[in-house]
């Protein structure tokens, strides 16, 4: 079993910074992919931000300059997304996505937080 836990969420006035956490835990051998993805109202789920076993990352361009993911250096399966200049546009649920490689088989797996509110309003 792997879990998938975020925090951080909350509301901010626009310009303002937020930053979210995810930590995933279980039978995790290694991760092949660590990101954020989020969801507004009436939008279909989206890539925020990810990176890669490599420590490859990619944003969406709506994204670039403002956002910024990294692995923490402490724990092994652990990511944060430090959110700057935020705007209302960028108001939706954000869901960590750990893609990670099993203990038991070494098969490979998707698993997804529960997801924390991100509201960006003044």
């Known amino acids: 079993q792997v879990q998938v836990v975020e925090s951080g969420g909350g509301l901010v006035q626009p310009g303002g910074s937020l930053r979210l956490s995810c930590t995933a835990s279980?039978?995790?051998?290694?991760?092949?992919?660590m990101g954020w993805y989020r969801q507004a109202p009436g939008k279909q789920r989206e890539l925020v931000a990810s990176?890669?076993?490599?420590?490859?990352?990619?944003y969406a361009d709506s994204v670039k300059g403002r956002f910024a993911i990294s692995r923490d250096n402490n724990a092994k399966f652990a990511v944060y997304l430090q959110m700057n200049r935020l705007k209302p546009e960028d108001t939706a649920v954000y869901y960590c996505?750990?893609?990670?490689?099993?203990?038991?088989?070494?098969?490979?797996?998707?698993?997804w937080g529960q997801g924390t509110q991100v509201t960006v309003s003044s």
């Open positions: 279980g039978t995790i051998f290694s991760t092949y992919a």
């Open positions: 990176v890669d076993s490599g420590d490859n990352t990619d």
């Open positions: 996505h750990a893609g990670v490689y099993s203990t038991y088989d070494y098969s490979r797996g998707d698993y």
